[in-house]
Nanobody, 124 residues
């Protein structure tokens, strides 16, 4: 499975931005997909996850109410719509796919497939 993330860029605080992550390759059978982000010298941080079949979502407290994760099952594509962006959201954003158990959805180690990161920079 290959994951291709795109949509990053430079925006101003308060703006919105959308990311997408397309899965290709073997028949996509992952149980969940997620977004993580990372800044230099810090661990990769959970942002949001979605259960592929049911569409159930979960969010980090820091993005709840501002970010929306969704997926298009027919296109094997996941999205992250981000609004009210703040400089603290500046990071390399990664998409991931895997079959984590419910309690491990926020753990990057539980995901076996990763896309290349896409940069999101929010200026103040």
């Amino acid at each position: 499975v290959q994951l291709q993330a795109c949509g990053g860029g430079l925006v101003q605080a308060g703006d919105f931005l959308g990311l997408s992550c397309a899965a290709s390759g073997r028949t996509f059978s992952s149980r969940a997909m997620a977004w993580f982000r990372q800044v230099p010298e810090k661990e990769r941080e959970f942002v949001a996850a979605i259960i592929w079949s049911a569409g159930t979502t979960s969010y980090a407290d820091s993005v709840k109410g501002r970010f929306t994760i969704s997926r298009d099952k027919a296109e094997n594509t996941m999205y992250l719509h981000m609004k009210s962006l703040a400089p603290e959201d500046t990071a390399v954003h990664y998409c991931a796919a895997g079959s984590p158990i419910l309690t491990q959805r926020r753990n990057p180690v539980a995901y076996g497939y990763w896309g290349h990161g896409t940069h999101v920079t929010v200026s103040s």
